[in-house]
Nanobody
Framework: QVQLVESGGGLVQAGGSLRLSCGAS????????MGWFRQAPGKERELVAA????????YFADSVKGRFTISRDNAKNTVYLQMNSLKPEDTAVYYC??????????WGQGTQVTVSS
């Protein structure tokens, strides 16, 4: 079982940047695709970005394309989400997920990102 811990969230002004990190323990994540989700109050959890196990393929939600990048360092067992040009609508709890099987995932506890206008 892989355990995930997110860090790097916080309060930032609109237009600013944050870098989220997701550290894994318990086993290597090098064979898993990884993703970042977010959930704003009163809204469903949505997939923001994902990266294949080798990092060759990435996915971004339309709402973050051109502003967010996802990367991974399998040697450090860590996945990153670089968030630039942040907007108030990016405010949410951000969760890291490891896609461990078809339809299955391991989740972190989340980190709060608040963007002030």
């Amino acid at each position: 079982q892989v355990q995930l811990v997110e860090s790097g969230g916080g309060l930032v002004q609109a237009g600013g940047s944050l870098r989220l990190s997701c550290g894994a323990s318990g086993r290597t994540i090098s064979t898993y695709a990884m993703g970042w989700f977010r959930q704003a109050p009163g809204k469903e959890r949505e997939l923001v970005a994902a990266i294949s196990w080798r990092g060759y393929s990435t996915y971004f939600a339309d709402s973050v394309k051109g502003r967010f990048t996802i990367s991974r360092d399998n040697a450090k067992n860590t996945v990153y989400l670089q968030m630039n040009s942040l907007k108030p609508e990016d405010t949410a709890v951000y969760y890291c997920a490891a896609f461990t099987s078809v339809g299955g995932a391991s989740w972190g506890q989340g980190t709060q990102v608040t963007v002030s206008s």
